[in-house]
C-alpha cells in the first residue's frame, strides 16, 4: 500500500505544480497580466516566492559559496544540498515546486498524526502555513523531520532550531532515560557529523545569522516566551509526550518569522480531539 500512498503524493504533486504555475503569479518579473482573475487582485497581493527568488535559489546557484557577503542563507548545508535540483529551475517553476512541495510536506505530516481533516483546514487558515508556501521557504520540508526515522529526522529539524529545536532536545532526553547514554549519543551523531563535515566545508556559517534578531519580519516572543518554553518542555519530557515539545521550540528563539509559529499551531491542534471522539464521549455521557 505504501507505494501507493507515494504514487498519489507524486500525482498531487506535478498536477498542484502545474496549477500553482499556470494560475498563480509565479513570473519573476511581478504580477502576470495574463492571469484569471478569480476575484482577486494580483497587484494587491505580494510577491510569490520571495524567500526562494532572492535568498535560497541565488545562494544555491553559487554554490558552494552559499555564505557569502550577500547571501540571505541562514540555514545549516545539509538543508540546502537537496533543494539544488530545484534551483536549476527557473524562478516561476522552481516557486510553484515550493509552494508545492510544502504544502504536501505539511499534508503528509498532518496525515500521518492523523490529524482530523477539519482541523487541517483550520491549521492551513489560521497557521500562517500559507504563507510560508506563498513565500518559498522550507517550513513544510523541515517539518517531516518530525516523521522520519529520529536520527536523520534531527537533521530536518535543526535545519530550523527555532521550528524542532526543542522536538530534538526531546528525543534525545527521552532517549537516555529509556535506553541510556549510548542510544542518545547514537542518536545525535549524524547531526555532529554533519554540524562538524558542515563547518569544515563551509566555515563557520551559523555566524551569519547573528543579525537576524534585528530583521523587521521577526516577530520572536525572546526572552519572555522563554518561560512558557521551559514548562512545556518540561511538559513534554515528564509525560513523554512530543506535543507539548512541538509547541516549545518558538518560545526559545530569538528571531523566527510568523509562520514558524505553525508548529505551536499543530502541537496545540493535535490536543483537540476528534469530532467522533468528542460525540462518542458526549454520547456516553462523560461530558453529560
Keep these: 500500500m505504501k507505494i501507493y500512498r507515494y504514487l498519489v503524493l507524486l500525482l498531487f504533486f506535478i498536477v498542484g505544480t502545474y496549477l500553482v504555475y499556470i494560475y498563480l503569479p509565479v513570473d519573476a518579473a511581478g504580477p502576470r497580466s ?32 552559499v555564505y557569502s557577503g550577500s547571501s540571505l542563507i541562514y540555514n545549516p548545508p545539509w538543508a540546502l544540498l537537496p533543494l539544488l535540483p530545484v534551483a536549476l529551475l527557473s524562478p516561476g517553476l522552481g516557486t510553484a515546486v515550493m509552494f508545492v512541495l510544502n504544502l504536501l510536506c505539511w499534508a503528509y505530516v498532518v496525515y500521518r498524526f492523523r490529524l482530523s481533516p477539519i482541523y487541517f483546514v483550520v491549521f492551513l487558515l489560521f497557521s500562517n502555513v500559507i504563507i510560508n508556501c506563498w513565500n518559498g521557504n522550507i517550513e513544510g520540508l523541515v517539518a517531516l523531520g518530525l516523521i522520519l526515522p529520529q536520527p536523520i529526522g534531527i537533521l530536518f529539524l535543526l535545519a530550523k532550531p527555532q521550528f524542532g529545536g526543542a522536538v530534538v532536545l526531546y528525543w534525545v532526553v527521552d532517549a537516555w532515560r529509556s535506553r541510556g547514554f549510548q542510544a542518545a549519543t547514537r542518536l545525535v551523531l549524524p547531526a555532529v557529523i554533519a554540524i562538524l563535515v558542515s563547518l569544515f566545508l563551509f566555515g563557520p556559517w551559523a555566524a551569519h ?39 516549545a521550540s518558538p518560545f526559545f528563539s530569538p528571531y523566527l518569522a510568523r509562520y514558524t509559529w505553525s508548529i505551536v499551531w499543530f502541537g496545540a491542534l493535535l490536543f483537540v480531539p476528534r469530532f467522533d471522539t468528542l460525540y462518542r464521549r458526549i454520547t456516553h455521557g462523560r461530558y453529560a
Design 209 to 247: 545569522g547573528a543579525s537576524l534578531p534585528d530583521k523587521d519580519w521577526n516577530v520572536s516572543v525572546f526572552p519572555w516566551g522563554v518561560p512558557a518554553g521551559v514548562i512545556l518542555l518540561g511538559l513534554s519530557i515528564w509525560r513523554r509526550d512530543i506535543r507539548f515539545a512541538m509547541m
Design 34 to 65: 495574463d492571469l484569471p482573475a478569480i476575484g482577486l487582485n494580483w497587484n494587491d497581493l505580494p510577491q510569490l516566492g520571495t524567500d526562494w527568488r532572492f535568498a535560497f535559489q541565488p545562494a544555491l546557484l553559487q554554490f558552494p559559496d
